[in-house]
């Protein structure tokens, strides 16, 4: 692991005021802190992931979109079954994918190759 990015993720956080850390800093904050310490921060990283592919931004990047809530979901069935985040962190993550997939699959497909006559 790298040091140096783990003291910058713990400075960032500790410049904010905030519960949970949001912004463009907040997915490499808790992305590193979370390879350190996985049953503090892991709950943190999903929720971030969630939140982030909900973001307007990736509206048109739905893979970018469906990427993100599954290492959610993954992170999320990584914490222990004792963390008294793990539940709720996990059904977020598990809605969130559940309804992407949905919209994705309603949504018309645009790979499709056009029939030969």
């Known amino acids: 692991m790298d040091q140096d990015a783990v003291l910058r993720a713990r400075m ?3 410049s904010t005021d905030r519960r949970v850390l949001r912004g463009r800093d907040a997915l490499w904050v808790y992305r ?3 390879e350190v310490s996985p049953a503090v921060y892991g709950s943190k ?3 971030v992931l969630v939140e982030a592919a909900r973001s307007h931004r990736l509206r048109e990047l739905p893979g970018i979109r ?3 809530l599954e290492e959610a979901v993954a992170v999320a069935e990584a914490l222990d079954v004792a963390n008294p985040f ?3 962190v996990l ?6 994918h559940r309804q992407e997939l ?3 699959a309603s949504e018309p497909s645009t790979d499709r190759a056009d029939p030969v006559d």
């Open 32 to 34: 590193v802190l979370t």
């Open 12 to 14: 960032k956080l500790l």
């Open 86 to 88: 793990r539940a709720k």
């Open 45 to 47: 990283l999903a929720y």
């Open 102 to 104: 949905a919209a994705s």
């Open 91 to 96: 059904a977020k993550a598990l809605e969130a």
């Open 66 to 68: 469906l990427a993100m």
